[in-house]
């Protein structure tokens, strides 16, 4: 099942998970926010970041935001990018 924006469940989760929390009040289209949310589970994956409280997981939304900003919306070319961008090999 799928969390959407107005279940409370989605709402009390997104609070804690950086990339929901600022995308609430986005101008992305519904379809849009599925890959920047896998480019953001991916790029946490990589990092190994598993405590979604770290201020690096709110860095890596914030890049993945601002990539999208540009128009790409590739799950796996944003990832790479905002890694690539925040000084990290996404390579291993």
């Known amino acids: 099942m799928a969390l959407a924006p107005a279940d409370p469940v989605f709402t009390q989760w997104s609070a ?9 009040n986005s ?3 519904p379809e849009d926010i599925a890959p920047l949310v896998a480019a ?9 970041l ?6 690096v997981t709110e860095i890596v939304a ?9 128009g790409i919306r590739d799950s796996g070319r944003l990832g790479r990018l905002a890694l690539q961008e925040i000084g990290i090999s996404g390579s291993g």
């Open 16 to 24: 804690t998970v950086a990339i929901y929390r600022l995308l609430q």
């Open 27 to 29: 101008a992305f289209a």
């Open 40 to 48: 953001y589970e991916d790029c946490l994956r990589t990092l190994k």
């Open 50 to 55: 598993s405590d979604r409280s770290d201020p």
């Open 62 to 70: 914030k890049k993945i935001i601002e990539i999208a900003q540009t």
